[in-house]
């Protein structure tokens, strides 16, 4: 081939040219491929052509390979299976079979991950991996924004601006706490908080207002903070009653809380995504759910 020719070899001729190869026949390879004689012979003198040297010889048994074609066939292999993993892997990415999904996850759903729904998924399709951002809410829908993550796993309330969701549960808060009076009951009344050092995760503190606020219960926050592992971790110390969700407490603090009995107390742990742009493993996912 001379230098500045262009180059026009495909994955069929390299089909070919390896099945008569192996079959060391034009008649065999033909039959195999399920094409007649002359188009074969033909694309096998292309082929030579186009690289300018010849692949094959005859001999009394047949034909056989050239030393280039001996060269060629190594490559013409490994060409071929690399064709087949690539289209593989494009068709599997293209039905949400395969690739990377990045997750968000805030603090107080670390209770529901990793998910059983993940380990059914995985052992479905092996090929697909995750990668965990941990954040609180606000972390997690700015990275979702941001587009460095593809999904979230949130705690109700949050803003739902550009943001679509699909709701996980539904559970209780709960009081964990040291104090035997408490953990005898049954279940927390509002009332029963009143006069009580509260230790509470700042973003639920305005849902707890309104609800103290319309029976009349002035609440005391003795801690305040960004976690809800970390108020467990100041209750089991005696600092207070820490109100948290059901799932964080049953993971940390098992034997150690008692539900809220309270409606609008409830929490939802949602899976979000951003509305514009879901992928085909995106789908997959959200379908889960």
Same mark, same amino acid.
């Given at each position: 081939? %001379? ?36 188009? =074969? ?38 060409? =071929? ?28 759903? $670390?209770?529901?991950?990793?998910? %059983? ?32 993550? %593809?999904?979230?796993? $949130? ?50 503190? %305005? ?63 949602? =899976? ?18």
């Amino acid at each position: 081939m %001379d230098k500045g020719s262009i180059f026009f070899m495909n994955l069929k001729q390299l089909r070919y040219f390896l099945t008569v190869a192996e079959e060391k026949q034009i008649t065999a390879a033909a039959k195999r491929l399920f094409i007649a004689q002359p188009p =074969l012979s033909y694309q096998l003198k292309q082929l030579e052509k186009e690289l300018g040297v010849k692949l094959f010889q005859r001999t009394a048994h047949g034909i056989e390979l050239t030393d280039a074609g001996n060269e060629l066939q190594a490559y013409a292999e490994e060409i =071929l299976s690399l064709a087949k993993m690539a289209q593989d892997q494009v068709q599997k990415t293209a039905k949400g079979e395969l690739g990377t999904i990045k997750i968000g996850s805030a603090s107080s759903s $670390v209770g529901e991950l990793p998910s %059983d729904k993940f380990t059914q998924l995985t052992k479905f399709y092996p090929d697909i991996t995750f990668d965990v951002y941990e954040e609180n809410t606000f972390g997690v829908l700015e990275k979702l924004h941001n587009g460095t993550i %593809d999904l979230g796993i $949130v705690r109700t309330p949050f803003n739902r601006n550009g943001i679509a969701s699909k709701t996980i549960t539904n559970e209780r808060m709960t009081v964990v706490t040291t104090n035997k009076s408490f953990l005898e009951k049954e279940a927390v009344k509002l009332k029963d908080l009143d006069d009580q050092p509260l230790i509470i995760y700042r973003r639920f503190e %305005d849902i707890f207002n309104k609800s103290f606020a319309h029976q009349g219960i002035k609440p005391f926050y003795a801690v305040k903070c960004d976690d809800s592992r970390t108020a467990i971790l100041w209750a089991q110390k005696g600092m207070g009653l820490a109100l948290v969700p059901e799932s964080i407490a049953n993971l940390y603090a098992k034997n150690q809380f008692v539900p809220i009995k309270h409606a609008s107390w409830q929490t939802h742990l949602q =899976l979000v995504w951003r509305k514009e742009k879901i992928s085909p493993l995106m789908q997959r996912i959200i379908d889960l759910f």
